[in-house]
């Protein structure tokens, strides 16, 4: 059974409710939840570089293949089985760009949204 | 026998001969759909289908037959044939928009069907090792 890692900030209150949120998904692929940097995700993935886990959002499959940013996003949805079809459409060529840059625009200012991160799931 | 008994029953007669119509060709074609959702497996298609036209009946008989009264007396051929159309019509804008909504079910069981063998969209960034436990 594959199952995707996921790689998040535990420091980061947003991001403890996103994987609230996903936590509670109904999926299609198992999600297990690793804290970035922490010493099980270090026992876990010896070779990964870790420093930039806590930067990236990162999810590494069961057999070891590595996503970062945008792709590891779409990687979650693609997990879930009511966000399947949209991760297909977010993924395709003509999509991805602006996926990639609204991605990268949120998590640089992941930080900022901790006033409002009330408004995704509970955590 | 009066005017409106003979409306009420031709209404009767050509509602259910309209849902009748519409629930045979949900049932013939639906089939076709439902067989390919469940990978072949025609006994689950045949069981799935035969319950979604019981449901198509139960809500289309139920509501020809709630429609039925019309509330003022028909005196003349006319008036007849003019209540009837109207009623009529009612039945058939409740029979369309039931059949697109059972088209939307398909199409809704379908795509689930297909997406859950869905390769993932984008390929990794980099490959690593994976200690269990």
């Known amino acids: 059974m594959l199952t995707l890692h996921v790689l998040y900030d535990a420091d980061c209150d947003l991001c403890c409710r996103v994987r609230a949120w996903l936590e509670a998904q109904p999926k299609y692929v198992d999600l297990a939840f690793t804290a970035a940097g922490s010493a099980e995700a270090r026992g876990r993935f010896p070779l990964l570089d870790h420093q930039a886990t806590l930067k990236e959002f990162t999810v590494v499959s069961s057999g070891g293949l590595v996503y970062r940013g945008a792709k590891a996003w779409l990687m979650c949805l693609w997990a879930l089985r009511e966000y399947r079809g949209w991760s297909l459409r977010l993924g395709s060529a003509e999509l991805m760009p602006i996926a ?19 408004w995704v799931g509970r955590g | ?45 045949d ?5 979604l036209v019981v449901g198509f009946y139960l809500i289309n008989l139920g509501y020809i037959s709630l429609m039925l009264k019309l509330g003022y007396d028909v005196a003349t051929a006319r008036e007849s044939i003019e209540a009837l159309s109207w009623k009529v019509g009612l039945v058939l804008l409740v029979l369309g928009a039931m059949h697109f909504f059972n088209l939307y079910l398909f ?21 690593t090792v994976v200690r269990e436990g």
Request: some cysteine.
């Open chain 2, 1 to 45: 026998m009066n005017h409106i008994v003979i409306t009420y029953l031709l209404y009767l007669a050509i509602s259910a001969g309209l849902t009748a119509w519409v629930a045979q060709t949900l049932f013939k074609n639906g089939r076709v759909f439902l067989v390919d959702v469940f990978h072949g497996d025609e006994g689950l298609a």
């Open chain 2, 107 to 127: 199409s809704r069981i379908r795509r689930r069907a297909t997406l859950s063998d869905v390769p993932p969209p984008v390929g990794p960034d980099a490959c």
């Open chain 1, 100 to 118: 990639r840059r609204v991605i990268a625009w949120a998590s640089g200012n992941r930080f900022r949204f901790n006033r409002y991160s009330a």
């Open chain 2, 47 to 51: 069981s799935v289908n035969h319950l």
